[in-house]
């Protein structure tokens, strides 16, 4: 199998440069660090050279390797050579290639990188060794290889830098204490975290919490290590719309945006270095607890003090968070966002069907405000015992002088993350379905209900300066107060809802862009209208509108629609004329109500994909949750990777769910009508959405009943027979492909 490795032969780029200041004498670089790292390499080569050959030997060649869910294959290899393996005797070549790059004698900077970058390889090679061996991945807590879904689980947190960064540490720390002193400290700063090594066994005996919930992986040991950074050069791969192959590109890339460090704790043992070279070669600094006689200013520094570690590494890697004091006895910051409090854990809980509960937030005048001002109606929850169902009512008011009514719900929706941030409190669903619990640890800690409304009261006047002036919140724990007060609530919702029937792309003057993602796709560029959300689904028009008022110089602007180019498929001029040049001249032209010709971008952040089934003569749709394989023979990861990095591809789009309801859904193509295969997840999810959308069009009360799903198949020949029989309405329109 021959690959073109246009980019293979090492030479100086713009990227290279950034290293030349670090050794200003080279009779002063460190030689015996160099050394170190050239063992290692050589230790961590010839390790992977013992065990593929025995895997030769007990295979054979042409045996099948790869990682579990993921269409990037070995990503390191994938990313930085483009050679994209699948069977064993592919990685002969690719091992000799990376070991006589290495030149065991020349302790120069430069062939430590890499020499590093053979580390990574080797490291690479060994781990999806042990997956054709089938022991790994490690039994929970360890979480060995992160499939592309927990890559794209996070992609809007990346690109937004709610995530601001990405925190490496290996080895030991001095004690089990400071081990988890330093992992909650990167947790409250809304670090993404990876551990590799003894530092996961001494978490676990403080009872830490680790996992794709908290933002911390505990990858396992040794060359484990190499799935942070598989998972660095995915995010390049998947939302950079960085080519594999693309060696510079991808190592300019995660220097620029995604903003790891590592932290070495403990013995600097020659494979560890030799890995954290690799890191260095991939633009990220290494900072150890150990004294050195020699350093590698800004590159591999010693810092032996607990007590500002953490920010020491931090400002080394160039990563500001602004802190806010929120005022509560917990752990408070985005990591604790995906936390889930079972039944057994919970104290206290309120709504989720339960009991009746709601939450709404209001713009007010300024006499209608007390500024900082909390209000417990009810009891308290030293009232309250263990294990009670209680009715809740929050309320939150603010007045500003820039504040508009249109903004309130998209405010109010910020109540659901502000308060999943604290550590032991979980928040889902909105509005008078808001269901929310608190642990029995965060009550032990000394949490309150009154401290719901210290979360909000600093977040909104943190995260909203330039519309928010004042705020007072109401925490309602009475049951007569939150049956009286939820009828005003539902009053509110019930106007929002009509004012915003009245918004259709027809009826507005203006759509709005979001260039939010172009921190990881730089040539996406979303177009959000009153009836298309954004591909994350978190952006819709009023967020469009209400970003703009707030930060005109922000990521979302005003496009006035001006003349149409072709109303039916949805193409104006004038979004055209904004596309162009916000792409960096490269998207000519965008038909937002068609998958068939010219349609938006995807950048990586997608929570579906829609493919065209010529079969079928009708769209699949695939969730970023769903595992299944699809009737196009891909699962949701590898079709991912074949959209995403801001492409433009005719019959294949990423989008946000809510859309596939919406009027304007592909409307040129022929509408709802042309789905022929969802999740069931998501088919039940949208089912009251889809159905409504179905009768206004005359698909009939069932229609959504005539979608197949994986319950009926994931290949074209296993469903086919379903839709005729269901006779689904795709099978009689005109050729979507034509």
């Not at 009514?405 to 109010?412: C, G, I, N, R, W």
């Not at 394989?629 to 989008?655: C, D, E, K, R």
Request: aromatic share 10%; glycine share 8%.
């Amino acid at each position: 199998m021959h690959y073109e490795l246009g980019e293979w032969e090492p030479r100086i780029t713009e990227f290279d440069k950034i290293f030349e200041g670090a050794i200003k004498d080279p009779a002063k670089a460190p030689r015996g660090l160099f050394r170190k790292a050239m063992e290692g390499t050589i230790i961590a080569t010839s390790y992977a050279e013992i065990l593929l050959n025995q895997a030769l030997r007990e295979y054979g060649a042409e045996q099948k390797v790869a990682y579990p869910d993921t269409g990037y294959h070995l990503p390191v290899i994938t990313a930085l050579s483009g050679e994209k393996v699948t069977k064993l005797g592919e990685l002969v070549p690719i091992l000799n290639r990376v070991r006589e790059q290495v030149h065991e004698e020349q302790l120069t900077f430069e062939n430590v990188r890499l020499a590093g970058e053979a580390t990574l390889y080797a490291a690479e090679i060994i781990e999806a060794l042990h997956y054709l061996y089938n022991d790994e991945p490690k039994v929970e807590p360890w979480s060995g290889f992160l499939g592309d879904p927990a890559v794209r689980r996070f992609g809007i947190k990346l690109v937004d830098w709610t995530i601001p960064g990405q925190a490496v540490i290996v080895g030991r720390a001095k004690t089990s204490k400071l081990a988890k002193k330093i992992v909650e400290e990167l947790m409250n700063k809304g670090m993404m975290i990876f551990l590799s090594d003894e530092i996961i066994e001494q978490l676990l005996e403080e009872d830490m919490k680790m996992g794709v919930d908290y933002i911390c992986f505990p990858l396992g040991n040794f060359t484990q290590v190499v799935h942070a950074v598989n998972y660095a050069l995915r995010a390049g791969l998947s939302f950079g719309g960085i080519q594999p192959g693309k060696r510079h590109d991808a190592r300019d890339y995660q220097r620029r945006r995604v903003r790891a460090f590592v932290l070495h704790l403990g013995e600097l043992d020659e494979v560890k270095v030799a890995a954290e070279f690799g890191a260095i070669f991939l633009g990220f600094p290494v900072i150890t607890d150990q004294p050195m006689s020699e350093e590698l200013p800004d590159w591999f520094v010693s810092h032996e003090n607990y007590d500002d570690l953490v920010k020491f590494a931090m400002e080394l890697r160039g990563i500001k968070v602004a802190s806010v004091d929120v005022g509560i006895p917990l752990n408070f910051g985005p990591s604790f966002e995906g936390e889930t409090i079972r039944k057994n854990d919970t104290y206290v809980e309120f709504g989720g069907g339960r009991t009746p509960a709601f939450e709404v937030l209001r713009m007010v005048g300024q006499d209608e405000i007390v500024d900082d001002r909390i209000t417990v109606i009810g009891p308290e929850i030293d009232e309250v015992k263990e294990g009670d169902k209680l009715p809740l009512g929050i309320v939150v008011k603010i007045f500003g002088r820039k504040m508009q009514v249109d903004f309130e719900p998209v405010l109010e929706r910020r109540i659901h993350y502000f308060i999943n941030y604290g550590e032991g409190l979980w928040h889902v669903a909105q509005r008078d379905l808001a269901w929310l619990r608190i642990s029995k640890e965060a009550v032990a800690k000394g949490f309150k209900f009154k401290h719901y409304g210290n979360i909000l009261i600093a977040k909104f006047k943190s995260e909203f300066p330039s519309i928010v002036d004042r705020v007072e919140v109401e925490i309602i724990t009475d049951r007569s107060a939150v049956e009286e007060r939820i009828k005003e609530a539902k009053k509110v919702y019930s106007d929002r809802d009509e004012r915003m029937r009245g918004l259709t792309d027809d009826s507005v003057g203006t759509f709005y862009s979001c260039l939010l993602c172009q921190s990881f796709a730089p040539n996406h560029v979303c177009v959000v209208t009153p009836e298309r959300v954004g591909l994350c689904g978190a952006v819709t028009w009023l967020d469009g509108k209400a970003a703009y008022e707030i930060d005109p110089t922000g990521p979302n602007r005003p496009i006035p629609k001006g003349e149409a180019i072709d109303d039916v498929k949805g193409i104006w001029k004038s979004v055209n004329d904004y596309v162009y040049p916000a792409s960096n001249n490269t998207i000519e032209s965008v038909a937002l109500y068609t998958l068939m010709e010219a349609p938006m971008t995807s950048c990586g952040c997608f929570e579906a994909i829609m493919a065209v089934l010529p079969e079928a003569n009708g769209i699949m749709i695939v969730t970023r949750e769903s595992k299944s394989m699809t009737p196009i023979g891909m699962t949701f990861s590898t079709l991912a990777g074949m959209v995403g990095g801001g492409l433009q591809t005719p019959g294949f789009m990423g989008i946000g769910k809510s859309y596939v309801a919406s009027r304007k859904f592909i409307a040129a193509d022929g509408g709802i009508g042309r789905v022929v295969w969802m999740p069931k997840d998501m088919k039940d999810q949208l089912r009251d959405d889809i159905s409504a959308r179905a009768r206004e069009q005359g698909l009939g009360e069932d229609f959504v009943d005539k979608i197949a799903d994986e319950t009926i198949g994931t290949a074209i020949d296993e469903i086919l027979p379903f839709l005729e029989e269901k006779g689904h309405p795709a099978l009689t329109m005109p050729p979507i492909i034509g």
